[in-house]
């Protein structure tokens, strides 16, 4: 079959672009959102902010946890916890910027954060404490941002990939505290004291 007698010619591509770039000046207003866009807008909003929420809350139980750790193994529990901190604060601002790009407002009012977030904030008495609850919170953020990933599937292709890529540092976050725990064990075991997940170092 000769390619010229095709239906689909050269010129149908050229009449395309022509009729996108027609659309983009029509609807600047709408920012990175086009016509293609096949998600209910204020609804990712709304789950972008929830996640928003999730990470604020994350940050901050972080950070009380790097200033509160004591004891021997303080210093080294303490700098993962900074570590983590910072990057979930690197999370939010990616939410926070794939929100306006949506055009709708990254909510960081502290009015409601506790409530719009979907881990939790407990802030442990010892140091084998804060690490259970981070674990804890983090598998929470894995469940939750496993879910929304599924929701947004191929109707939102920009705001899933975001997610994933914070979903897997999540799952890097489990793991790293989970050798934590780990760590700890194992080296009151080889000094030959009994494990009590009470313990404070």
């Not at 139980?61 to 303490?78: E, W």
């Not at 055009?103 to 259970?132: A, Q």
Request: net charge negative.
């Amino acid at each position: 079959m000769n390619p010229s007698s095709s239906k689909e010619k050269p010129g149908d591509f050229t009449a395309d672009i022509h009729e996108i770039r027609c659309r983009a000046r029509q609807h600047i207003e709408c920012g990175a959102v086009t016509d293609g866009y096949k998600a209910d807008r204020d609804t990712v909003i709304r789950v972008l902010n929830e996640a928003l929420a999730t990470e604020i809350v994350c940050v901050l139980r972080y950070k009380r946890h790097h200033y509160m750790a004591s004891g021997i193994h303080a210093q080294a529990v303490a700098d993962e916890f900074l570590e983590h901190a910072n990057q979930e604060q690197e999370h939010a601002d990616k939410i926070a910027e794939r929100i306006t790009q949506l055009g709708g407002e990254p909510n960081f009012s502290p009015e409601g954060l506790l409530t719009r977030n979907h881990s939790e904030y407990v802030e442990g008495t010892s140091l084998v404490d804060m690490i259970r609850e981070d674990l804890v919170a983090e598998r929470i953020a894995i469940g939750s941002y496993s879910e929304i990933i599924r929701y947004l599937g191929n109707y939102d292709p920009t705001s899933r990939r975001v997610m994933e890529e914070i979903l897997a540092k999540e799952e890097e976050h489990a793991d790293d505290l989970l050798t934590l725990i780990d760590t700890m064990v194992a080296e009151h075991e080889r000094a030959g004291k009994p494990w009590r997940g009470d313990i404070a170092a």
